[in-house]
């Protein structure tokens, strides 16, 4: 799938499958062109969390300074929902920016 608008990346996100290496490779390359996407982000890091790729520790630790909602994320990445449950219309969206992230500050996300 060729992301060319926001409709096609809506539905690349509503039919995401985090075990799918293609939509890693392409959450991958929308996250370098888009750093400051928080949900292209959270998406990029389901992806590699549950593909097991050694990157997963240090995008979290990004994802996490960028996030004001720390336990929403933990809650986002340690739970099973298939993606497809979630109604991407009406999705909270917190956006955060930090230089912490790009300084790669280890956070503590309490729990883990």
């Known amino acids: 799938m060729v992301i060319k608008d926001s409709k096609s990346l809506y539905s690349l996100i509503e039919h995401i499958d985090p075990n799918n290496k293609d939509h890693l490779t ?3 390359e929308l996250t370098k062109i888009y750093p400051n996407f928080h949900l292209l982000r959270i998406y990029y890091l389901k992806a590699l ?3 097991e790729v050694s ?3 240090k ?3 990004h994802a996490s300074i960028a996030t ?3 336990e929403l994320l933990y809650q986002f990445i340690e739970s099973d929902l298939t993606l497809k449950k979630i109604n991407t219309k009406n999705r909270n969206c917190l956006l955060y920016t930090s230089d912490a992230a790009d300084e790669e500050n280890s956070v503590d996300l ?3």
């Open 26 to 28: 392409q959450f991958e």
């Open 49 to 51: 969390q549950k593909q």
């Open 55 to 57: 990157s997963f520790d």
């Open 59 to 61: 995008n979290l630790s």
């Open 68 to 70: 004001y909602d720390r």
């Open 110 to 112: 309490g729990g883990r």
